[in-house]
């Protein structure tokens, strides 16, 4: 469990840098929109990535923490 906790670690913070860098290149979401029109933009999509990233990478921080249900 803990290889995949690193593996899962790993991928997303680097996928997260990756969203980042890519979410400042697009055109900026327009302020005092839902959660849910994000997907209409470009950069509203890599940030909602980047969240999704960054969540994986946390669970993967606590899968190579606590390995093995400890």
Same mark, same amino acid.
């Given at each position: 469990m803990r290889k995949y906790g690193l593996i899962m670690l790993?991928? !997303?913070?680097?996928?997260?840098?990756? *969203?980042?860098?890519?979410?400042k290149?697009? %055109?900026?979401?327009?302020? !005092?929109?839902?959660?849910?029109?994000? *997907?209409?933009?470009?950069?509203?999509?890599? %940030?909602?990535l980047r969240y999704a990233l960054a969540a994986i990478g946390g669970i993967g921080a606590l899968f190579s923490l606590f390995p093995e249900g400890r």
């Open positions: 790993l991928g !997303g913070a680097l996928g997260f840098f990756f *969203a980042t860098g890519k979410m290149e697009a %055109e900026p979401v327009p302020p !005092g929109i839902s959660i849910s029109e994000y *997907a209409r933009y470009e950069a509203g999509r890599w %940030e909602l």
